[in-house]
Nanobody, 121 residues
Framework: QVQLVESGGGSVQAGGSLRLSCAASVSTYRIAWFRQAPGKEREGVTAIITRSGTTYYDGSVKGRFTISQNNANNTVYLQMDSLKPEDTAMYYC?????????????????WGQGTQVTVSS
């Protein structure tokens, strides 16, 4: 069983920054951030393979968001810069323990409770 706890959400104006954290109870193969806006499907934002540090980004956030990790305490961070109103969503971190595409929700078995990010124009 893997427990994930997110923190760091909030409200900012467009162009601002936020940093999200995802603390995992144990080390896992890959940690991803997903987001879901009202009425929309959950979408993959970014992911990191914890052992190698390999990262993946959705095109909509590449160059604005940065995923990083602290393996000493099994924590993954999402630095979000140049935020846009369309980034508004509930953000979830998820842990993968097997194989699968990084951007598919079905790849992940464990999910955090989510943290809200709201960007106003």
């Amino acid at each position: 069983q893997v427990q994930l706890v997110e923190s760091g959400g909030g409200s900012v104006q467009a162009g601002g920054s936020l940093r999200l954290s995802c603390a995992a109870s144990v080390s896992t193969y890959r940690i991803a951030w997903f987001r879901q806006a009202p009425g929309k499907e959950r979408e993959g934002v970014t992911a990191i393979i914890t052992r190698s540090g390999t990262t993946y980004y959705d095109g909509s956030v590449k160059g604005r968001f940065t995923i990083s990790q602290n393996n000493a305490n099994n924590t993954v961070y999402l630095q979000m810069d140049s935020l846009k109103p369309e980034d508004t969503a509930m953000y979830y971190c998820a842990a993968q323990v097997g194989v699968g595409s990084w951007y598919l929700p079905g790849t992940y078995r464990y999910w955090g409770q989510g943290t809200q990010v709201t960007v106003s124009s």
